[in-house]
């Protein structure tokens, strides 16, 4: 029952992160069946249409705050609803209650990555009357959800430190944009292409041909795993800080 | 001796910041008895509940809820399998309807007793699919009480329990808790309605600016508790009465008052011998026992 209460927490901001990502990705599956090629680019491949719609842009900052929010939540959010002692009270420990927590929301993480990789290719001929590979869409979705779990990791984070609804939320707006200023400001750190999430998700160091937009080099594995390992850390961390907590 | 108590604490303090909530309590709770644990708004009783759940940690000191330490996370979850507990705030999740919290709830413990969470139901009246967001006070604390009597616990833990309910609803909580207890439920409850207690319980536990300042059985209070007051023809002497079985000693013009907690008759007969006119012994009920001893603390914090 653990999981249905996690899940009972967190899918209003499920529902709502997959509502914006749905409406991002069949708004451009839409506006491409008149609008699409643009006229001043005839010439436009349809897959670099959707990288500027989906997979570029600002978009990627926007799935990386969504993702944070799906973070929030837990036992400090409790405080201020007074569920705190009645949680605490079960007979279950405190990694146990973060765990099903953490569980679900990558979980979410994972479908909310995937999402475009499930909607574009198959709703693409309906809406857009043209194609997109499945493959590449699930290429960008690895990128997505290996950025995405950092990102919930560091959204469990500050729900571990801050009680306030308020505050949690105003952090995850907050920390991205803050983190990509750091990131285009510093020249030590831009020689790593993984530290910086916007390009690192949009494919921008796997992709050769910058008409068609297609990744064509060999996806980073070893990124992968030490993201998955910075993601397990953060939550091992909010795991920690939990567990001393008084409440 | 080990075994026979439920809770057991060794110098258990709660610090905040500059404030001691809980001040080195060595508090002791038999099985199969029904504890008061009285004391004021801000006394530390919540902090001291908190502290024996594993919901916060002692600042230092040690105790032990069911044999089991409360400072190891592992057995203070162990010990909650077997301890129902309703928190001072009575919130369940409001996202929940009351069937879904009851569920949600039975999932955890091998204990629960489906006759009795039908039979509570019946006698709380709550609407099974209404949201728990949307109950009264009153309804909500009902489902808390729901939650944790509907089980055959070894240990329940209430914070203030009546708070929020009307008479006949208390009325049924303390028969209810009455019941737990006949059945070898012990029974901890944390109250400052000293009529409560005094109705239900066989022992009681107070406390003060979090020290235990109490600890006696409602049957030794009746039996052996003696408000005698000493009425003296000139100025009472300057006696120091403080001793074995005083409680608390209060000299207003030629009276003195002696609180006795036991050794009534010997201490009577010292009146007599320091020339006493009159002298009046009275009962004491849990009322003026507690009222005394809130009283005498505060003058000391005073001082």
Same mark, same amino acid.
């Given at each position: 029952? *653990?999981?249905?209460?996690?899940?009972?927490?967190?899918?209003?901001?499920?529902?709502?992160?997959?509502?914006?990502?749905?409406?991002?990705?069949?708004?451009?599956?839409?506006?491409?069946?008149?609008?699409?090629?643009?006229?001043?680019?005839?010439?436009?491949?349809?897959?670099?249409?959707?990288?500027?719609?989906?997979?570029?842009?600002?978009?990627?900052?926007?799935?990386?705050?969504?993702?944070?929010?799906?973070?929030?939540?837990?036992?400090?959010?409790?405080?201020?609803?007074?569920?705190?002692?009645?949680?605490?009270?079960?007979?279950?420990?405190?990694?146990?209650?973060?765990?099903?927590?953490?569980?679900?929301?990558?979980?979410?993480? /994972?479908?909310?990555?995937?999402?475009?990789?499930?909607? /574009?290719?198959?709703?693409?001929?309906?809406?857009?009357?043209?194609?997109?590979?499945?493959?590449?869409?699930?290429?960008?979705?690895? *990128?997505?959800?290996?950025?995405?779990?950092?990102?919930?990791?560091?959204?469990?984070?500050?729900?571990?430190?801050?009680?306030?609804?308020?505050?949690?939320?105003?952090?995850?707006?907050?920390?991205?944009?803050?983190?990509?200023?750091?990131?285009?400001?510093?020249?030590?750190?831009?020689?790593?292409?993984?530290?910086?999430?916007?390009?690192?998700?949009?494919?921008?160091?796997?992709?050769?041909?910058?008409?068609?937009?297609? /990744?064509?080099?060999?996806?980073?594995?070893?990124?992968?795993?030490?993201?998955?390992?910075?993601?397990?850390?953060? /939550?091992? *961390?909010?795991?920690?800080?939990?567990?001393?907590?008084?409440? | 001796?080990?075994?026979?108590?439920?809770?057991?604490?060794?110098?258990?303090?709660? $610090?905040?910041?500059?404030?001691?909530?809980?001040?080195?309590?060595?508090?002791?709770?038999?099985?199969? $008895?029904?504890?008061?644990?009285?004391?004021?708004?801000?006394?530390?009783?919540?902090?001291?509940?908190?502290?024996?759940?594993?919901?916060?940690?002692?600042?230092?000191?040690?105790?032990? +809820?069911?044999?089991?330490?409360?400072?190891?996370?592992?057995?203070?979850?162990?010990?909650?399998?077997?301890?129902?507990?309703?928190?001072?705030?009575?919130?369940?999740?409001?996202?929940?309807?009351?069937?879904?919290?009851?569920?949600?709830?039975?999932?955890?413990?091998?204990?629960?007793?489906?006759?009795?969470?039908?039979?509570?139901?019946?006698?709380?009246?709550?609407?099974?699919?209404?949201?728990?967001?949307?109950?009264?006070?009153?309804?909500?604390?009902?489902?808390?009480?729901?939650?944790?009597?509907?089980?055959?616990?070894? +240990?329940?833990?209430?914070?203030?329990?009546?708070?929020?309910?009307?008479?006949?609803?208390?009325?049924?909580?303390?028969?209810?808790?009455?019941?737990?207890?006949?059945?070898?439920?012990?029974?901890?409850?944390?109250?400052?309605?000293?009529?409560?207690?005094?109705?239900?319980?066989?022992?009681?536990?107070?406390?003060?600016?979090?020290?235990?300042?109490?600890?006696?059985?409602?049957?030794?209070?009746?039996?052996?508790?003696?408000?005698?007051?000493?009425?003296?023809?000139?100025?009472?002497? $300057?006696?120091?009465?403080?001793?074995?079985?005083?409680?608390?000693?209060?000299?207003?013009?030629?009276?003195?008052?002696?609180?006795?907690?036991?050794?009534?008759?010997?201490?009577?007969?010292?009146?007599?011998?320091?020339?006493?006119?009159?002298?009046?012994?009275?009962?004491?009920? +849990? $009322?003026?026992?507690?009222?005394?001893?809130?009283?005498?603390?505060?003058?000391?914090?005073?001082?």
């Amino acid at each position: 029952m *653990l999981w249905y209460k996690a899940w009972r927490e967190s899918r209003v901001r499920f529902l709502l992160s997959i509502s914006v990502w749905t409406v991002l990705c069949v708004s451009l599956m839409y506006r491409a069946r008149t609008g699409f090629p643009p006229p001043e680019r005839p010439d436009l491949p349809y897959s670099a249409w959707v990288w500027a719609n989906i997979y570029g842009n600002m978009n990627t900052t926007v799935f990386i705050i969504l993702v944070m929010i799906l973070g929030l939540g837990g036992l400090r959010r409790e405080g201020p609803v007074g569920t705190t002692s009645f949680t605490l009270s079960l007979p279950v420990t405190r990694n146990r209650l973060l765990g099903v927590r953490a569980t679900t929301g990558l979980l979410q993480v /994972i479908l909310l990555s995937f999402l475009p990789a499930m909607l /574009i290719p198959t709703l693409s001929p309906l809406l857009a009357r043209q194609n997109y590979s499945e493959s590449q869409a699930l290429q960008f979705g690895l *990128l997505f959800m290996a950025w995405g779990v950092v990102a919930f990791g560091v959204g469990f984070l500050w729900s571990s430190l801050f009680a306030g609804e308020f505050t949690g939320t105003a952090l995850c707006v907050i920390s991205p944009l803050v983190y990509r200023i750091l990131i285009s400001s510093s020249s030590a750190l831009q020689r790593y292409p993984a530290f910086n999430y916007a390009n690192f998700m949009s494919g921008l160091p796997y992709i050769q041909s910058p008409v068609k937009v297609l /990744i064509d080099r060999t996806l980073p594995w070893a990124t992968f795993l030490i993201l998955a390992a910075v993601s397990t850390s953060l /939550i091992a *961390l909010s795991a920690r800080v939990t567990r001393q907590q008084d409440f | 001796m080990m075994g026979s108590y439920v809770i057991e604490t060794q110098d258990l303090t709660k $610090r905040y910041r500059n404030f001691e909530a809980v001040r080195s309590l060595n508090l002791r709770v038999g099985a199969g $008895r029904i504890t008061g644990f009285l004391g004021r708004n801000g006394a530390g009783k919540s902090s001291t509940i908190k502290m024996l759940l594993g919901i916060s940690r002692p600042s230092s000191g040690n105790g032990t +809820l069911l044999g089991r330490s409360i400072d190891n996370a592992a057995q203070c979850c162990e010990s909650r399998r077997h301890v129902a507990y309703v928190a001072e705030d009575k919130q369940t999740y409001g996202y929940m309807t009351v069937a879904q919290m009851i569920a949600f709830t039975r999932s955890f413990y091998a204990d629960w007793n489906v006759d009795m969470e039908r039979r509570l139901l019946k006698q709380f009246a709550l609407p099974l699919h209404r949201k728990v967001r949307v109950l009264s006070k009153g309804m909500r604390t009902k489902l808390a009480l729901l939650l944790a009597l509907a089980r055959r616990s070894r +240990l329940l833990i209430l914070d203030e329990p009546s708070e929020g309910l009307d008479p006949v609803s208390i009325e049924e909580l303390l028969q209810a808790l009455v019941a737990a207890a006949a059945e070898g439920t012990a029974v901890f409850f944390s109250s400052h309605q000293i009529a409560e207690v005094e109705r239900v319980a066989d022992h009681v536990c107070i406390i003060d600016r979090g020290c235990l300042v109490a600890d006696a059985s409602l049957d030794q209070i009746r039996q052996d508790y003696r408000r005698i007051t000493f009425g003296f023809a000139t100025e009472p002497p $300057r006696v120091d009465f403080a001793g074995e079985g005083i409680g608390s000693v209060r000299t207003d013009g030629r009276q003195v008052t002696v609180m006795a907690t036991r050794n009534a008759d010997t201490i009577i007969e010292r009146g007599q011998r320091l020339g006493a006119a009159s002298i009046d012994t009275n009962p004491v009920s +849990l $009322r003026e026992l507690f009222l005394d001893i809130v009283k005498e603390e505060s003058r000391d914090a005073l001082v």
